[in-house]
T-cell receptor, first 116, second 114 residues
């Protein structure tokens, strides 16, 4: 149980375009979803926390107008990278939890974004 | 603000040797500590958490509040233990926007040689 999927797994886009990444909890209702960015062989950097039905809370230094997060239902959150630039190329990972998971987060497999 | 430090970026041991992955944290309140593992080409997954006091895959970790450490140990490493290990912290009993928010260490790549 507690499976999280992400789509797409890999995306290549041109500079200036927008890209949407979906994160779904497949077998549970996620009250909270988190979005991370992972650099090669480095730590995960939390970008934002999203609670179903409310606005996402962004971490310091993360541009909310660039990284749009929507958590419209208990099983789906989306991250849209707007006007993408090559420096946005990264591995984006989502995770999900619910109050009954006692702070355990369940991670998606990640999405590799390459901006040309 | 909380911080998690994993001083070793890389750790290599031979199969059957003991292994210890270090984790230190700073947090003024009462923390909840986790170890997450990421095997090659797999997603991040929970290995263990301090409140459960379980031994998972032979790994144990004890929360030492005096030394603010949560080191991960295994007496006899196996080749399949090779992976990236992350120590993480969340404030326990936090409410509002802090609920469940994890702060990760930089990660340690463990390589177990045959």
């Amino acid at each position: 149980g507690a499976v999280v999927s992400q789509h797409p797994s890999r995306v290549i886009c041109k500079s200036g375009t927008s890209v949407k990444i979906e994160c779904r909890s497949l077998d549970f209702q996620a009250t909270t979803m988190f979005w991370y960015r992972q650099f090669p062989k480095k730590s995960l950097m939390l970008m934002a926390t999203s609670n179903e039905g409310s606005k996402a809370t962004y971490e310091q230094g993360v541009e909310k107008d660039k990284f749009l997060i929507n958590h419209a239902s208990l099983t789906l959150s989306t991250l849209t990278v707007t006007s993408a630039h090559p420096e946005d190329s990264s591995f984006y990972i989502c995770s999900a939890s619910w109050r009954g998971s006692y702070n355990e987060q369940f991670f998606g497999p990640g999405t590799r974004l390459t901006v040309l | 603000a909380q911080r998690v430090t994993q001083p070793e970026k890389l750790l290599s041991v031979f199969k059957g040797a003991p292994v210890e992955l270090k984790c230190n944290y700073s947090y003024s309140g009462s923390p909840e500590l986790f170890w997450y593992v990421q095997y090659s080409r797999q997603r991040l997954q929970l290995l263990l958490r301090h409140i459960s006091r379980e031994s998972i895959k032979g790994f144990t970790a004890d929360l030492n509040k005096g030394e603010t450490s949560f080191h991960l140990k295994k007496p006899f490493a196996q080749e399949e233990d090779s992976a990236m290990y992350y120590c993480a912290l969340t404030p326990s009993n936090a409410g509002g926007t802090s609920y469940g928010k994890l702060t990760f260490g930089q990660g340690t790549i463990l390589t177990v040689h045959p």
